[in-house]
Each structure stands twice: as structure tokens, then as C-alpha cells.
């Protein structure tokens, strides 16, 4: 306001309107002439699109990108989209057609979360490997529904389902600890359905160990157990 601004001569007055005129015209968009920083192309079924809706999207180690959607995961190169899905009684098909997170590993192995457990996809024979939950084997996977997939600073992937945290303690074959909600064991998970995971590499909260987030409280990874951690304290200094 400026009749709440302290009486100055005009001479000293005139330069400071000056400068904020400058400034106003500078932040006010000019709609007749107004042009976008940035210009956006279409990716759509039309394209090759395996499915309209995307739920995650990644960049691999050799330059492509990846859509996942709620009907098959999409390659994109550039030029061409290739689709990949799964195939009834095909075991190196996509795990499941509806993708629900990417991660890649230090190794530049790409994993693919589904609905139906995980894909790690092979390049050189451009197929995958697939792994699903098996209820007479401990070891495999606690749920297919998998939403999250992480490395911590010691190279081992977890992976958050709707069934519990699962650590991956063998690749070949892949082999799982599961981490569960237990009644009565604060140390345990909140409850099993984890649906995002976050490595704090740089140590900056005390832990370069895993945060798995399933609504409040957070849960960080300790050893072999799970510490329950209200939001901020564990960061508070």
C-alpha cells in the first residue's frame, strides 16, 4: 500500500517506483503475448500405448524408457513403443500386466513390481524372471500385490507388498525374509500393507537402513528387527 509508506522527497521516491513498476512488469504474464517455457509431446494408445492409465515410469541403464499401466508395461526407444504382457503358461512372460512400480539395482538390473509378483526383465533375451508367491514355500514372496522395491547402501533389495516386507536374501534363485505385523510386538510392522519404501543413503535421519511407509507411524528397518518411529522424531535433532 503505498499511503502507508513513510513521506520522502520525489526525487528520492521516483527511482524506487521505478524499480517496482520494472518489477511488476516483469511478473505480470502477459496473456496477449504469453509463450511456455515448455512444450509437451503425446504418448497414447494411438502411439502404442499398451494402456491409457500409467502408474510408473523408469529409465533403464541403456536409455529406454518404461511405462508401466494397468494393462502391460510399454517400452519406449525414441521411435516405437514394443508391449510386453503376460502369457498364460509362459513363465518368462511379465509377471502381471498391471505395473505398480519400477527400481533399478547398482547391478542395472531392472525390477518390475506387478499385481502379480515380480519381473526382473533379462535384455539379452529380452523376456524375464519371474516370482510369485507360493503358499507351501516360506521363501517366496508374502503377497503378489507388490507396490515398492529398494536397495539399501549394502546392495540387498526390499521389497513392500500388501502382505509384509520382504528382503531378498538370495537372486539365484530368489529367495525372500518376510517381516511381518505380529500382535503385540511393537517391533514389528505397523501392518502389512506397505505401500512405499525410501533408503536414506545419506545417513541424514541416523539410519542408511530402509523406511517403509503404510500410513503413520514409519517404520525403519534395524538388524533383523523393525523400529517404530513416529514422523519427525527419529529426524529431530
Known sequence: ?????????SSDLEPALLLSLSLMVLRSPVHAQETHPFLFDHLTIDDGL??????????DADG????????????????????YRNRKGDPKSLSGNSIQCFFTDDHKT?????????????PVQDNFIQSKLNPDISQKLSSNHVTAIAEDK?????????????????????RYEHFRHRDGDLNSLVNDEVRSLFVDKKESCGSARPWAYHGLPLIRMAGSRSEERRVGKECRS
Open 1 to 9: 500500500d503505498l499511503h502507508s509508506f513513510p513521506t520522502r522527497r
Open 50 to 59: 499398451s494402456q491409457s492409465t500409467v502408474f510408473a515410469i523408469t529409465r
Open 64 to 83: 529406454y524408457l518404461w511405462f508401466g499401466t494397468r494393462d502391460g508395461l510399454s517400452r519406449y526407444d525414441s521411435r516405437s513403443i514394443k508391449v
Open 110 to 122: 531392472l525390477w518390475i513390481g506387478t499385481n502379480e509378483g515380480i519381473s526382473i526383465y533379462n
Open 154 to 174: 549394502n546392495g540387498t533389495i526390499w521389497i513392500g507388498t500388501y502382505g509384509g516386507l520382504c528382503k531378498v536374501t538370495s537372486r539365484k534363485p530368489l
